[in-house]
C-alpha cells in the first residue's frame, strides 16, 4: 500500500505516492539527488529541506526512522557511543547519524528514553516529542571531530557506514570526476589508453614486490607491479607513441602513516619526447583537473634545479608557501666561523620564521633541540650576532629581510674534532645531509606556527617541477650507488662520461612535480641505448649475468629499434587529497588499509587452509616467526 508524503525541497513542494515501509530519508535522500538541492549542501539535509507527513512537518531528526505509514523503525543499526556498531534500540537517529556526522551521546539515550516509555509511538508522539528535544547536529565536523577523534580504526572496519556521510560522498564523488577528465584530456591530446600485466616478473625497483606463487609452476612466483616502468617502454618500442593508464599499483615497504600497499597512478609515456613536450601535456592536465574544483592555475609552472631546490629549500620538494633558506657562511671569516664553532666548508643557512619575533625562551629551545638532533647548530638570537658580528648580520638582514615580528634563525654543521672535510666527493654528501636537516628545520617551524603567519593555505596551490636530479645516490647501509629515480633513468650527455670515474657526479634527465611541499608525480627521459643500460647496471655493482637474468627481454628489446622516449607517473590518490583539502589520502580511497597495511572491513591478511598451501606447493615455517 502507498501513501501520499508531501516532500518540500527549498520551498518547491512535490506530492508523492510512497510504499508504507520505505524511510522517508531515502525518499528524501533521492529527491534531493533528483533535484541537485544536495550539491553543496554541508550535512545533505538542512533546514531548507522539510518532510511533511499527514500535512505536519516531520523533523528532519525523525527522517531516517518514520515510513510513509507513519510508524518508527525501531531497530536501527548506527554508531553508539563506545565507537562499536550495535543495534540501536531507538525510533529514530537525527540525519547525523547517516549524512553528516554522528549524533550527541545525550540525544542517543534520550530517544532511547522515550522508546522505553512507548515502544511503537506514533507519528504525533514523535511530532511532540522533537517539539522538547531539538536537533543538536550543528554539521558534520564537529560532530565527527568529538566523537570518531580517537575511532579511525573503528571508521576502517565499517567503512560502509562511514562512506555514507557526506564528506566522503563528496570525496569520492570529487575522484570519480577527476578520472573522467584525466582520460578525456589525455584522449584529446593524442594518448592510447592500454592496460599492462598485473601477474608479472620480480623486478628490482627500490621496494619489496608482492609475490604471487603459481599453482601450476610450482616454485615460481608471480610479482605483482610495482609500477608498469617496463611494459610502458616495450610500448615505445612497439610503435604506440603516446600512452596512458589509470593503473593500480603494488609495494610491500616499509609503511609510513599516509602510505597504502596498493595505490593508484597515471602513468604517461611517449616517444620523441622533450621535456617541453612532456610539461605541456602534464600542466595542462593539472589546469584541467583543478577547474574540476573550480580553481584556476597560473601557467607555466614555475622550474627550479635540484641544487636550487635543496640549497633554498632543504628539499627536493619544496613548499613555495614559507620563505625560503639563504646561504650566509660567505658573509663571515674563517675566524668568525671558528669562533661561532661552525664548519667552514659546509652550509651555513639563515631563514625566516614569520610572525614568531616574540616567542619564548622556552619555545626557541624547541628549535635548538630539533636542530641538535639532526647534527645542527642553531642560533635563534639574530640581535646577539649583531652585536658581536655587525657587519654579517646587516647581510643577513639584507638577505632574509625579516618584518619587524619575524623571527631569523641561522643553521648550520657545527666543527668537528677531526676539522674541516676536504675529499670533494664526503663535502657533498655532508653538504646534502646539513641541508636537508636545515630544510626540516625550516619546515618544522613554518608549520608548528602556522595560525601565527597564515602562509600555509590549503587553497593556496604551488607548483614547481624540480629538474637535474642526482643520477645516483649514495647508500650507506650497502655501502655502493643506487638510482635515485629508477636505472632505466637516462644520464646527461654532458656528465655520462663521469659514470665510472664519480658517479655522484652524474646528472640525470629527471623531473618531479611538486605541490605544496609533496611529490604528486615524478618521471624521465628513459635510456634507448643498450650499451647506456649495461653501464647503469654496472654503476649499480650489478654483474652481467644479474643484468641478464632480471631483465633479460627487456635488454633484447633494446635491440630492435627503440625510439627516444620519457614519461612520468602521477600520484592520483594524493592529487585527489590535496584537491579535497583532505590531510591523508585514505579519506580519498573508497577501502583503504591502515598504516601496517591491514583492511580491517575484511579481515585481511589471514592464514590460508593447510590445503591451499599444499595446492601451492608452500609450507610454512613456523620457526620464522
Not at 511 to 537: C, M, P, W
Request: hydrophobic share 40%; glycine share 8%; aromatic share 8%.
Amino acid at each position: 500500500m502507498k501513501y501520499p508524503v508531501t516532500l518540500s525541497v527549498n520551498g518547491e513542494s512535490n506530492e508523492l505516492l510512497v510504499d508504507a515501509h520505505t524511510p522517508l530519508l531515502h525518499v528524501l535522500r533521492d529527491q534531493l539527488e533528483l533535484t541537485g538541492a544536495r550539491r553543496g549542501c554541508e550535512s545533505g539535509y538542512c533546514g531548507a529541506c522539510t518532510v511533511l507527513l499527514d500535512g505536519q512537518p516531520v523533523h528532519s531528526c525523525s527522517v531516517l526512522a518514520i515510513t510513509a505509514q507513519g510508524k518508527a523503525i525501531t531497530t536501527i543499526e548506527g554508531l553508539a557511543t563506545d565507537g562499536r556498531l550495535h543495534p540501536l534500540q531507538v525510533s529514530f537517529i537525527e540525519h547525523g547519524a547517516i549524512q553528516c556526522g554522528y549524533c550527541t551521546p545525550g540525544f542517543i539515550l534520550s530517544a532511547k528514553a522515550l522508546l522505553d516509555e512507548q515502544p511503537q509511538p506514533d507519528a504525533a508522539t514523535v511530532r511532540a516529542w522533537l517539539t522538547g528535544n531539538i536537533c543538536r547536529c550543528t554539521g558534520y565536523a564537529k560532530i565527527v571531530q568529538a566523537v570518531l577523534a580517537t575511532a579511525e580504526e573503528t571508521r576502517l572496519r565499517y567503512r560502509f557506514v562511514d562512506l555514507r556521510r557526506q564528506r566522503m560522498q563528496s570525496n569520492i564523488e570529487l575522484r570519480h570526476r577527476v578520472n573522467q577528465e584525466t582520460r578525456r584530456v589525455m584522449t584529446e591530446q593524442g594518448f592510447l589508453e592500454i592496460e599492462t600485466p598485473v601477474l608479472t616478473r620480480s623486478t628490482p625497483e627500490g621496494a619489496r614486490d608482492y609475490l604471487v606463487p603459481s599453482r601450476v609452476q610450482q616454485g615460481s612466483f608471480y610479482a605483482l607491479p610495482q609500477s608498469p616502468q617496463l611494459f610502458k617502454q616495450l610500448l615505445m618500442i612497439a610503435g604506440f607513441d603516446r600512452y596512458f593508464q589509470i593503473v593500480r599499483c603494488f609495494r610491500d615497504e616499509d609503511l609510513r602513516a599516509d602510505r597504502q600497499p596498493e595505490f593508484t597512478q597515471l602513468d604517461v609515456e611517449m616517444s620523441f619526447p622533450q621535456f617541453e613536450t612532456i610539461f605541456e601535456v602534464i600542466e595542462t592536465l593539472m589546469e584541467r583537473l583543478w577547474a574540476v574544483s573550480g580553481y584556476k592555475l597560473a601557467r607555466p609552472f614555475p622550474r627550479m634545479s635540484y641544487d636550487e631546490a635543496l640549497a633554498r629549500y632543504g628539499t627536493d620538494k619544496p613548499d613555495l608557501r614559507l620563505p625560503p633558506m639563504f646561504s650566509v657562511r660567505d658573509f663571515f671569516t674563517d675566524a668568525d666561523r671558528e669562533k661561532l664553532g661552525i664548519d667552514s666548508t659546509l652550509p651555513f643557512v639563515a631563514f625566516v620564521v614569520p610572525g614568531c619575533g616574540g616567542l619564548s625562551r622556552k619555545e626557541r629551545d624547541e628549535f635548538r633541540q630539533f636542530g641538535t638532533e639532526r647534527g645542527l647548530k642553531v642560533f635563534d638570537d639574530l640581535r646577539g650576532i649583531k652585536k658581536n658580528y655587525p657587519a654579517p648580520a646587516q647581510l643577513i638582514r639584507g638577505a632574509v629581510t625579516p618584518k619587524e615580528d619575524d623571527l631569523v634563525l641561522l643553521a648550520g654543521a657545527p666543527a668537528g674534532e677531526t676539522g674541516p672535510a676536504t675529499d670533494p666527493a664526503a663535502v657533498r654528501i655532508r653538504s646534502a645531509v646539513i641541508l636537508t636537516a636545515a630544510g626540516a628545520l625550516r619546515l618544522f617551524a613554518g608549520q608548528k606556527y602556522a595560525s601565527r603567519h597564515g602562509l600555509l593555505k590549503p587553497d593556496d596551490f604551488r607548483f614547481l617541477w624540480v629538474l637535474d636530479f642526482p643520477m645516483l645516490e649514495w647508500d650507506e647501509q650497502e655501502k655502493r650507488y643506487a638510482a635515485m629515480h629508477h636505472p632505466f633513468t637516462s644520464p646527461t650527455d654532458e656528465t655520462l662520461e663521469k659514470l665510472e670515474s664519480d658517479p655522484g657526479a652524474v646528472r640525470a634527465k629527471a623531473y618531479d612535480i611538486v605541490l605544496n611541499g609533496t611529490e604528486i608525480g615524478g618521471g624521465s627521459i628513459r635510456i634507448h641505448r643498450k650499451d647506456v643500460q649495461a653501464r647503469v647496471f654496472r654503476a649499480l655493482g650489478m654483474t652481467e649475468e644479474q643484468a641478464r637474468q632480471r631483465f633479460g627481454f627487456f635488454l633484447d628489446a633494446l635491440e630492435y629499434g627503440t625510439p627516444p622516449h620519457g614519461g612520468i607517473a602521477l600520484g592520483l590518490d594524493r592529487i585527489v587529497a590535496i584537491m579535497a583539502m583532505e590531510a591523508s589520502i585514505r579519506e580519498v580511497i573508497a577501502f583503504p588499509k591502515t598504516a601496517r597495511a591491514v583492511d580491517l572491513m575484511c579481515d585481511a591478511p589471514t592464514p590460508v587452509s593447510p590445503a591451499q598451501l599444499k595446492e601451492l606447493g608452500l609450507q610454512l615455517r613456523k620457526d620464522l616467526g
